[in-house]
């Protein structure tokens, strides 16, 4: 979407990306000239990654670097060197992704204090820990930086089963509009996007494993049925974290093919066939007939 080189000259830091999402939305990040450190707590599938992104076939020649950090994002002495590292590496940092999640779906009956914890702790406790030691960076060295965060639709609406994730989600965009409020004065921004289903194998095997996968079709309730494809979500993502989106904070933006407007009152009416609406708009004329005369 970007023109080339859109991003060339900034340095982003991307949570979770050696997987998923943060993965795909890495690769676009370099094509577009951004150099990014990703991070996440297994080395090994970080700098496969790294590996994989800087030797693919189509990579441009000016496309930015990778660098690969081991780090948990619960924990604050990992954050603070995933910022020294990439400052030492690349200059600066000009944007951050959080991406990193846990989750799984469950009865929340069926959960365990840790169970709750493990999710909240990785999706909340991740997202205020790395904004806030990105923003002090940003703020003591007068930089306009950028967070993206990753939510989901369900961090506004709720959702059952997965309650530990649509707390700590709901948590985190909260944080998001409250610190747009609160550092615009810096020219600091802070938006987030609200995907529904892109498939990955992360969330699919928590989230849409079998036997639930055999027997739903996760496309039927989306007006558009289909899935995200990962392209369309980094070209918003990128979009987001370039300055083209400079005047843009606080924002949610939902990217699920309509998923959401699922509640809405009538929707389940695209089961009725033609045939159907025949009858049903000669029943509704003959009351409309039958209320005039009624008035007569
Ligand atoms: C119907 C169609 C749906 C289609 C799909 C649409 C999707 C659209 C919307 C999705 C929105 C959000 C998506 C996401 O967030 S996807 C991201 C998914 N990726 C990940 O979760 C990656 C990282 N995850 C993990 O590493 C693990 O899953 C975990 C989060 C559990 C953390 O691992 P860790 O090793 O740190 O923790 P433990 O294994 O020790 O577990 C901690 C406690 O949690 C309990 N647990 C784990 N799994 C379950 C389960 N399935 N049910 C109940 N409890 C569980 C575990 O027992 C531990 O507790 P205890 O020690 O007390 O037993
Ligand atoms: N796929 C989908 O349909 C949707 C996804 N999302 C969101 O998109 C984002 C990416 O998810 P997706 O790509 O699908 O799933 P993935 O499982 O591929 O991504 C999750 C990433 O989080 C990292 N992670 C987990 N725990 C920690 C931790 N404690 N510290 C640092 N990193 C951690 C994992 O790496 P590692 O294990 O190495 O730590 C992994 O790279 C998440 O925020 C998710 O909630 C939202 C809506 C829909």
Redesign the pocket.
């Known amino acids: 979407m970007l023109r080339d080189g859109a991003m060339r000259g900034k340095t982003i830091i991307v949570t ?1 990306g050696g ?2 999402l943060g993965k795909s939305i890495t690769r676009y990040l370099l094509q577009l000239g951004a150099n990014v450190t990703i991070c996440s ?1 297994r080395q090994a599938v970080l700098d496969e990654t790294a590996r994989e992104l800087m030797s693919e076939p189509d990579r441009p020649a000016d496309a930015g670097e990778v660098l690969a950090i081991q780090c948990d994002v619960r924990n604050p002495a990992e954050i603070e060197q995933v910022i020294s590292q990439t400052i030492e590496k690349f200059g600066k940092i000009d944007g951050l992704l959080n991406n ?7 009865p929340t009956e ?10 909240v702790d ?2 909340l406790r991740g997202t205020y820990y790395f904004t806030l030691a990105v923003g002090k960076y940003w703020i003591e060295n007068s930089i306009p930086g950028v967070v993206l965060n ?1 939510s ?3 961090a506004s609406t709720g ?1 059952g089963y ?1 309650v530990p ?1 649509a707390v700590a ?1 709901g948590g985190a965009l909260i944080m998001t509009k409250s610190l747009a409020a609160e550092w615009g004065k810096y020219g600091i921004r802070l938006n987030a996007i609200a ?6 194998k ?7 494993p079998e036997p ?2 055999s027997v ?1 079709d ?1 496309t039927k309730r989306i007006p558009l049925k289909r ?1 995200g494809e990962h392209g369309e979500l980094a070209n918003l993502a990128a979009y987001l974290l370039s300055d083209y989106s400079g005047f843009i904070t606080g924002e949610t933006v939902t990217i699920d093919g309509g998923e959401v407007l699922a509640a809405g009152e009538f929707n389940h009416l695209e089961q009725v066939s033609s045939e159907q609406w025949d009858m049903i708009e000669q029943s509704i004329k003959q009351a409309n007939r039958a209320s005039k005369k009624e008035g007569q």
């Open positions: 979770g997987t998923g707590r990193s999640a846990g989750n799984f779906i469950s069926r959960l365990s204090y840790k169970a709750f914890d493990t999710i990785i999706v990753i989901t639709t369900y959702s997965v994730s989600k995907p529904g289903p892109f498939p990955t992360g969330a699919w095997d928590r989230l849409f639930l996968a739903m996760p899935v």
